[in-house]
């Protein structure tokens, strides 16, 4: 019954007041701002800074809570995860939030999720751990024993940059159901005895990793003192407490005593910007929406949000729907199913696939419903499908939402209603329902009320389909549904219905394919007629938004040719045809829409301590991160987690909105109205020296190293190498290969963008600068020289970092400069954060590569000469760059012995943001390099990959083109072993009988080892340190590296520990700060634990010399008893520590390109093995498996050297498979979030993560034994590029195309895909867009 009159007077309806639980306390907000989000509140208003802004737009997961409320309609409570940072606070009324500080903490109890986290070494640096703990304790709360595809569905909608995610798998896979038994059988680790051995025992299923029956082994214990961090047994057993789901936090009884008793409440909340809205019931809706036609109707804010957090709009009214009863229902009757607008995808999934599995429908009824639960799978993260509503989805008719085109598909049936018109209106899901861009058919007033999906009948087949850059947590590149239905009991098309989203600026149906296709029989004759008019129903433009037009018209013709073959099979099933010749059985059998689910494998084993050691020396032992109980728990200390200062004042960068320009003046009187404006800084504010490097004069717009390469645009320097003589020597070769090879760039992404306060202290010019910075010593140097002061004036302070990666080495600098200046200006705390699009606009990242390689070589494989012209593209200023490219330079032999070698690298100049430091500084892509010509050479010879790399390997005292000889060269030990660990030549025969079987999944293998020259340049080469002893025993330790996640301070206090011969929770480190270790170098090069270990330990044997005639006197002093007698003995107790490397010496003559001396200290070695399978059909690929031996020394803290070459290697897999910066042709930066550039996720981690450490490798140039380990492992993600170019070599077989192919890096799903060559990438190879001509460029540009 729809009626028109208006019951309430919505514009004169007094405000109401804010009422919600925060983790157990009852919150109430007199006058609430509608436009502020619960994030904002939490962290601002409520100083509860475990829920962190990583994004601001959904697409991290670091400010994931728990949101429970009563559910009138269940009668029950419901329990969910929700981004803090979307949902408005206001939408948050009556329900009881929940953040990671409400679930335990350091002081009281860590909850079960926080403890085995930690434990399980499942934190770096801490900044994303908050958000995953709460997505996984939002799933034990609905499910207090999760299944392996229930935690990895939870974790979809959460990043992290460091760990690479397998640790934090195995963490969580200890709450899997232990009843259900281990699904590795009788081979379960339960039935192995625990051997005094090498391996990690973990006491885990060492293959699936997973809790079973074996579980039993566990000490399920409260008792603290089993899992003290200096328990002798750590490294053998983890031990944590038991779950008990009984002992979760009630839901406040009084909210519920409340929600139960009244109906909800109608609700207005006023801001100076916004009101908000809430109504009861559709008769006030739909009056709202009349009375304010422009207003939002929003329900998970998932879209409004976006546009309001990363685009600055506001919407002045906003209706939330959530109580609107009609809207958040789901019905069924036998025609089909009714899904009210405001039903969460959540909510959808779980209700229809209720329905599917209850029996009630025939399987041929329910297509429409399962196509809809495949893709939801493959929507967003949970996080977004907790809150986010199908009428939004319809609502914002995105061009790729994932929804539309299956409910266009299925020819639903929308229902609207208008407050004025008697009747509610209802709208075919068709083509004219999204007339343009992100429009709908809907009148103004409007409101969405349910769409209705026709069930499917007999003669009916329904799919869906979706391609991303990242397979989880991804909009579509190019989706589509299609159905079709025959005449009865034939193959002759009745009809045909499909929509295709990322094909226009809408969803849009093929007409004239769908006209076409009727009559017409299900054939190959159909199909291959069909690739002809999708391609006319589906035009691209050259420059259409979004680019990749070939790929994605490629993926059109797949999709479409998937769905052939599998209604194909079904109707060879039905026995309604036969298999024609050229469609092999083969090619029905290989799609598995869900091939992603899978439970994660993976072994760890080293070296294990010596049996001599004491059980209180913890070198050596795979300790727990130092922090890791706080990253778990939400209190660990960021920068902009430090409650403000008194009048502490915040500063917004304000960016050009034109890339390449002068500016002339800036007119600031629009920021002067704004209330709460203090001042406007800018370069004339500046009272010392501004030494910030201006771009150069640059007259045209380009970002290519080839655009300046054709405007011989470089910067003045240089790095050649000239070893032996290559161009006499390639005249004497068999053969001379000559290509180039491409390598994109990389966002440093660290989940914790750049932050810095600035506190001026009020005389003598003194100011402090807390800053997330891997260099507290050049921020204290810039920002005296930026102040005109001394640097005795300037105090820098880093406590911790949510990571570096080498983009905070210098680009800190960005934010700490203008936030030094405005704290001078203004006498008061300044503070600033970037958000993540200004920080991945501004700051720059790993600099992309583009090399010019002639490789001369014998018949019988032996490598002879090689000439190489590099060219790294430094951006608009050269920061690191020529370091970046002397990286570069002296990698390009990896682990290959080449006689001749004549190398000139250049740095180009071009208008992109300047280039930096990224964990390998160049080394990755020197080596990416040479192992792609290495590659191209070994098929030429038709040599097996592996023979022609051990033939051209590094012997012991090799000497290098960089004039150094190798001492305990390991890469040879590294690779021979990493071969035989993963059985790599058998598993090669079984895909090669895989592939012959398999038309369009194609497997390949690849092994590639790693050389990593650790050291800085020579004056770079000393760390310090501070030991303070204190009359109660407790010692304070400062050394010179920053943490920034990858564990340096756990391992000093390890080294601190055994020099002092004290347990490691004497020791306490509180921060990284100038005033206790001056003059100190970046933490960078992996070198810090190299050269702070030794100053921490010159420093503690100091200590310990001074003790020494007093233990002598009195052996049996205990050691508190021991200092308090130094003490009175006034034995000083204080001490630095120095430590510079011995024999670093390098002379680079980068014109002669002579280098001589010791350029690298020592070098790091490994080598991997990855396995991956590929859909050529859609570029797609999957890790099986990767295997890594790598050599550590003798490590120090084998977790977290583990937890480094994972994270390390996860980071790389997506340099060469995923991370793609883009920009427009006008050079504006296209990738500015999460939501188009792609890190990996959960998802993407190997299926199969094995990772050994060298046994048996000692090194005599750093600390204990041991060797750095942060960069050298990222390269070896290159097996996965090398691995999916193998398989794409099989599919291109497959179509004819015999041969080298080029493949540039990143491997990405459109690159894998155009590469595998065959009848639908033809057709679409030569694009003959009339624009090309006229000189139209592509949407956008890699760097
Ligand atoms: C990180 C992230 C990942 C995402 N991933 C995906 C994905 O994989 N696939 C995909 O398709 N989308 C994705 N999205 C987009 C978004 O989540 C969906 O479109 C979602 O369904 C929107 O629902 P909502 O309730 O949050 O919309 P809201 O933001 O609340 O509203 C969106 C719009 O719909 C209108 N509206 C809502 N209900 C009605 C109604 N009843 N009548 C009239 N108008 C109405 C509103 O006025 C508003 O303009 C993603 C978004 C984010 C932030
Ligand atoms: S900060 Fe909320 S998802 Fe990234
Ligand atoms: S530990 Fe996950 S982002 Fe650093």
Redesign the pocket.
Known sequence: MVTTEVSTDWQVMSRDVLMFYVNGKKIVEESPDPETTLLSYLRVKLRLTGSKLGCG???CGACTVMISKWDPINNKIVHFSA?AC?ALVVSVHGCAVTTVEGIGSTKTKLHAVQERLAKFHGSQCGFCTPGIVMSMYALLRNKPVPSVEDIEECLQ?NLCRCTGYRPILSAFNTFIDSTAGCPMGAKCCKNKPIQNGNECRHRLCTKYNIGCSCFTGFPETSDKNLMRNDDPHASQLVCFSKYDPTQEILFPPDLLIESKSEDPKTLKFVGERVTWFRPTSLQQ?VEL?SIYPD?????????????ANVRGRH?KYI???LDVKE?KTISVDDKGVNIG??C??SQIKEELQNFIDSGSFTKYQTQCLESLVEMIY????D???N??????????A?P?????PILMANESIAT?RLHSRAKDRQVLMDQSFFPKYRT?C?EKG????SVFLPFNTKDQYMKAY?Q?KRRE????IV?SAMRVVFHPGTCKVLKFVAAF?GMAATSVMPEKTMQNMIGKEWNETLMKDVMIWLRKDLPLALDAPGGMVEYREALAASFFFKFFLCVRGNLVEKGLTTLEDDLKLQNLTTFKPTDAIHIPMSTRTWQDTTDGQPHDDMVGRPMQHASGDKHTTGEAVYVDDMPTFSDELYLCLVTSIRPHAYIKNVDISKAVACEGFVTYVDHRDVPGTNEIPIAGELCEVFATSKDAMHHQSYFDISKNVVHGDAITAMATCDHVIEGEVRIGGQEHFYLETQACIAVPKGEDGEIEMFCSSQDPSMLQRTTATLLGVEANKVVSRVKRMGGGFGGKETRFLVVSNPVAVAAHKCGKAVRCMLSRKEDMIITGGRQPFFANYKVGFMKDGKLVALILDLYGNGGNTLDLSGGVLGKAVIHSDNCYKIPNVLIHGKICKTNISSSNAFRGFGAPQGMLIVESWMTRIAQFLNMTQEKFRDLNMYKEEDVTHFNQKLESFQARRCWEEVIEKSNMVQRKEQIAQFNQQSRWRKKGIACVPTKYAIGFPYNWCHGGALVHVYTDGSVYLSHGGTEMGQGLHTKMLQVAGRCLGIPLSRIHICETSTVTVPNTRATAASFSTDLNGMAVKDACDTIMERLDPLRKQNPDLEWNDLITKAYNERICLSTTGYHKTPGMFSAWDAETGIVEGRTACYFSYGAAVSEVEVDCLTGDHVVLQTDIVMDVGRSLNPAIDIGQIEGAFVQGYGLFTMEEPLHTPGGHVITSG??VYKIPGFGDCPRNFNVHLLRNAENDRAIYSSKAIGEPPLFLASSVFFAIKDAIGFAREESGLLGWFQLDSPATSELIRMACGDCFTKQHEQHTDPKVEKGVKSWSIRA
């Open positions: 737009e959904g697409g981004n979307l909608g809706l929406k207003a939002q109707l929003v329900n998970g804010n998932t879209e409004i949000g976006v546009e919407f209706i939330t729907p809207l607008s405001s969460t995808i493959w929507f967003a993260g996080q977004i499908r809150v986010a509503a199908i009428g939004g989805n319809i609502m914002t995105s790729i939402s994932d929804l539309n609207f709908t809907a409007e409101v969405l009320i979706k991303s947590d991804d909009i579509a989706n989203g999460p939501g």
